[in-house]
C-alpha cells in the first residue's frame, strides 16, 4: 500500500482546511462541530467537495502528520486473513511511544483485528493467518525466536468486558508477576501488587479487601483491576480494546483519567467507537474503513482537518 504523508500546510491540498469556526473544543481537543450535531454547513460542504478527488485514490494511507519521537510499534504491509477472507489489507502504521492512539471506524473495518496483531493474539484464532511486518522496538514479533506468552506480557491488553479471575484481588494482580518469576518473595509481592493497584488508581478503594474476591468489585473497579494485572508484569505497551464500552460515564471519565496518567510511562493504542473519547485521550489517531487504514496523524488534526472525505464523513456521524 502506498503511504501520502502530508508535512506542511502547502502540502494539505486534500480536504481543505476545517473552518475553525466549525469546531468545539472536547476535553482540550477540538473537534468539528458536526461530531456533535451532524449537520451539514456551507463550509462541510466545500471540504467535502474537495475531499472528494483525494478519496479516489482508496489504497492509499493518507499521514497528515508523522509521529515526532521513538516509534515503538512499526507495522508494515499487515494483512490478516480469516479463513483465507481478507479481513485486513496491507496496513502500514507507525505507533509512538509514550502516547496513546486512537483506532477508529465504523464496526468491522479490522479496528480488533488490527490490535490483535500487535500481541499475536490472532494466533489463538483459528483459521487467522498474519502476514506483513510488525517489529517492536525493530525487533520482528513474528520471528520464531519470540515467544507469544512473553510478548504479551511486554504487550498487555485490556478488553471491552473486564474479565478478572474469580480470585482475590490480591491474586489478581499477583498472578502475573508470579508465573513469569518476576518475583519471588512474599513482602515483594506485596510491594509489586500494592504499586499496580496504586498505578490502575485503585488502591484507596482496595487497600482493606485485597483478599476479598474480585468479582465484588464494580465494573468500573474491575476494569482498573484488569489495568493494574496488566502494569503488575511491566509491560511496554498496552493494547486497550474499547475498554469502557460496558461503563457508566463515571467509570468512564475515570479510566480515561487513568489512560492519561499512564501514557507517560507506556505505550497505549486504544479501539474506540467513541469520537469525543479518542480526541479527549489519544495524540494520534488511526481511522480504518473496510479494512484499510486511510488516514493517520495527530488527533488534532484528524479531527480538526481531515483530508480524506471518507475521515470527514466518519467523524462527522455521516456513517458507521
Ligand atoms: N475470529 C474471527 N473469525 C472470522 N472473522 C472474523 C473474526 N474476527 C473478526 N472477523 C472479521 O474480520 C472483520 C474485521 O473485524 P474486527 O472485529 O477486527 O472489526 P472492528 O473494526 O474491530 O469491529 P467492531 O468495531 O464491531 O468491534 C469483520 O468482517 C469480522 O467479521
Known sequence: MKTRIFRSA???????TADPTHAVRMGGQVLPAAVSEASETAGDADRIEAAAESSRQADQTVVATPPTGP????????????????????VSLDI???TVTALIGPSGCGKSTFLRTMNRMNDTIS???VTGRIAMDGEDINDRSIDPVLLRARVGMVFQRPNPFPKSIYENVAYGPKIHGLVSAKSEMDGVVESALKRAGLWDEVADRLQSSA????????QRLVIARAIAVNPEVILMDEPCSALDPIATARIEELIDELRERFCIVIVTHSMAQAARVSQRTAFFHMGRLVETGDTEDIFQNPRERRTLDYITGRFG
Open 10 to 16: 502547502e502540502d494539505q491540498t486534500g480536504a481543505g
Open 71 to 90: 516509534i515503538k510499534i512499526a507495522a508494515r504491509d499487515v494483512s490478516v486473513f480469516y479463513e483465507g477472507k481478507q479481513a485486513l489489507f496491507e
Open 96 to 98: 509512538p511511544d509514550k
Open 127 to 129: 483459521g487467522a493467518k
Open 215 to 222: 468479582m465484588g468489585l464494580s465494573g468500573g473497579q474491575q
